[in-house]
């Protein structure tokens, strides 16, 4: 085979895999590939894959079969991401297509194997080293208004369903050092907004040094305006970091942290080190701080042993809570975790119709969230072109996508005055735009 001109890389799951995949596209462009075109067939494709939910690695597989032509030929494959940490070597024997098994950790490595998959060599890679991979990347040249950042991985929770903490490992902080100069080449890029990124965001630390006072130094940097930061853990959402919310004027009013359960027993049992009680003070510190911020939270509906009652209690947090959006999940039996072999899994059918009355009760709260913005001027971040001939999309501060018919340009901030709001997302008309 001869070596790759042009690439394709398909990212699953989570902003970490989002940002891995960018990352993974700057080392093959810097090595002198290209990205393939539309419609083009590419030499080389990267599967950047997700192992959370059952379905997810499913998906990877049929996707890599999907990868043979119709003359037979193949692209050289890539599996990356977290089920390639997952397989390892169980890939290889379940498809011979793949060439190269790359984990999250090592993807750094992939000009080595590309080489070797070129000399007929395929090989599989999921150490995780000590030192981690960001400092064998190429710098951030080119970036969007709004950009990602890694600055956390791993997990040491072991929350009895996930299996986080098995394909990405222990919790890690990356250095201050390299995340401010990243933040730097980002702006210097084109960012205005950076998405700060890890499994436990808010775990992050080093030598003393919190989340916050990242933040704070971050806020700093000229030509930044907006900071974000996901997913957070309950356990680590410390006080400096409510307190940069009321004060921070860059951090954004919008806080992602998932509680899974409303019911102390289900939340017990799921090693969540938590309570409901526990996390919705937490929600009351963090609105004390920031009257107006948009929570969002992460739920799993039919964890074993989820009685009709426990589930009621799940129904109630939203409720109390009143979350601006959320995600939920049906229970995914997840192989080496321990809620897997837990006795009391719960129907198929029951877990549908839970995740349903959830999802349209989390609904109610969302529209709610969203008409409330109705009548108000908001500063919009355009992002890019919407679908409509001269229409764009940008983000509220509260992370809503807001349409505007505009010709303000992508990475503007405008003044946007909402004139509609959908579940998902806000319309409106220009107040004002940024003076150039
Ligand atoms: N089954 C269903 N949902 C899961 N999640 C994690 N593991 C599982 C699983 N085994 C959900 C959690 C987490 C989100 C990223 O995915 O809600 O917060
Ligand atoms: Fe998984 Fe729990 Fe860690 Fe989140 S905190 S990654 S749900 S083990």
């Not at 690695?57 to 043979?68: C, N």
Request: with cysteine.
């Amino acid at each position: 085979m001869t070596s790759p001109n042009t690439f394709r890389i398909k990212s699953f799951g989570c902003q970490m895999n989002v940002y891995d995949g960018e990352r993974m596209a700057e080392l093959l462009g810097a090595e002198g590939m290209r990205p393939a075109s539309d419609g083009e067939d590419a030499d080389l494709v990267v599967l950047n894959t997700c192992h959370i939910r059952e379905k997810a690695a499913e998906k990877a597989y049929s996707d890599v079969g999907r990868l043979r032509r119709e003359d037979g030929s193949k692209p050289l494959i890539a599996l990356a991401g977290c089920v390639a940490q997952a397989e390892g070597e169980e890939a290889r024997r379940r498809s011979k297509l793949i060439d190269m098994v790359v984990g999250p950790q090592a993807y750094h490595r992939l000009p080595k194997m590309i080489a070797a998959a070129t000399a007929g060599r395929p090989s599989v890679d999921t150490d995780m080293p000590a030192a981690t991979k960001f400092g064998a990347l190429p710098r951030r040249r080119r970036s969007g208004p709004s950009a990602f950042l890694s600055v956390q991985e791993g997990c040491d929770k072991f929350c009895t369903y996930c299996v986080v903490p098995y394909t990405r490992g222990a919790e890690i902080s990356r250095p201050f050092a390299d995340i401010a100069a990243e933040a730097e080449q980002l702006v210097e890029g084109g960012a205005r907004e950076i998405t700060l990124l890890g499994q436990n965001v808010n775990a992050w630390e080093e030598g003393g040094r919190d989340l916050a006072s990242l933040i704070r130094h971050l806020a700093g940097v000229g030509g930044l305006e907006r900071i974000r930061y996901t997913t957070s853990h309950p356990v680590n959402m410390g006080e400096a970091l409510i307190a940069a919310h009321a004060d921070v004027p860059e951090l954004m009013p919008y806080l992602h942290l998932p509680v899974q359960s409303g019911s102390d027993a289900i939340l017990h049992a799921m090693n969540r080190s938590h309570t409901a009680d526990s996390y919705l003070r937490i929600i009351e510190r963090v609105r004390a701080a920031r009257p107006d911020i948009a929570i969002s939270g992460d739920f799993i509906v039919g964890f074993p042993g989820e009685a009709e009652a426990d589930f009621e209690r799940t129904l109630q947090i939203v409720d109390e809570v009143r979350y601006a959006s959320a995600f939920s999940f049906k229970y995914s039996p997840r192989p080496g975790t321990p809620a897997a072999t837990m006795e009391s899994q719960i129907p198929q059918p029951v877990m549908d119709e839970r995740l349903q009355r959830l999802q349209a009760r989390i609904a109610e709260h969302s529209t709610a969230f969203n008409r409330a913005t109705i009548g108000k001027t908001v500063p919009v971040l355009v992002e890019k072109p919407g679908r409509r001939p001269g229409q764009m999309i940008g983000k509220s501060p509260w992370l809503q996508s807001v349409f505007v018919t505009t010709d303000a340009p992508v990475g503007s901030m405008i003044e946007v005055a909402i004139t509609e709001a959908l579940p998902n997302s806000l319309g409106g008309v220009i107040a004002r735009a940024e003076a150039a």
